[in-house]
């Protein structure tokens, strides 16, 4: 039997939870798209654009809403509409300011040697798929 190191295991361990939202968001596309605001960045500017041009009685075609389109995008934290999002606990923090500084800075390591990533899954250079590697641990 092969135990994998703690790196192995912390990977695993967040790789099965990317999968499980991966397959929450799938699950939820099927019924209204307002399950999926907060978790799914189309989604939660779709519904924050509904919700402006319902108030003040806007159509699609309005340059106002086009300008807003543009805004949620603003990477200027006091001036994007995403964060006003992020600020009211609509959308989910991810990630701190000091991650983001170290990923600005630093190249990601990658410490599996993969063989390949395709829609069907992930193989590992030995040819053992995740869910192999999680039912030897």
């Known amino acids: 039997m092969i135990v994998p190191c703690g790196i192995m295991r912390d990977r695993m361990r967040k790789l099965i939870w990317v999968l499980a939202q991966w397959a929450s968001v799938l699950n939820d596309l099927r019924g ?21 041009r319902e108030a003040e009685g806007l159509d699609w075609g309005d340059p106002l809403l086009k300008s807003l389109d543009l805004e949620y995008h603003n990477l200027n934290p006091s001036k994007g509409l ?3 999002l992020v600020e009211e606990g609509r959308v989910p923090r991810m990630t701190t300011d000091a991650l983001i500084q170290i990923a600005m800075e630093e190249a990601p390591r990658i410490h599996v040697p993969m063989d390949a990533v395709r829609w069907s899954g992930i193989s590992w ?7 192999q590697i999680k039912a030897e641990a």
């Open 125 to 131: 250079v030995d040819g053992r798929l995740p869910t």
């Open 82 to 84: 995403y964060y006003g």
């Open 32 to 52: 209204d798209y307002h399950k999926l605001v907060g978790r799914v960045d189309w989604a939660s500017k779709l519904w924050l654009l509904e919700c402006f």
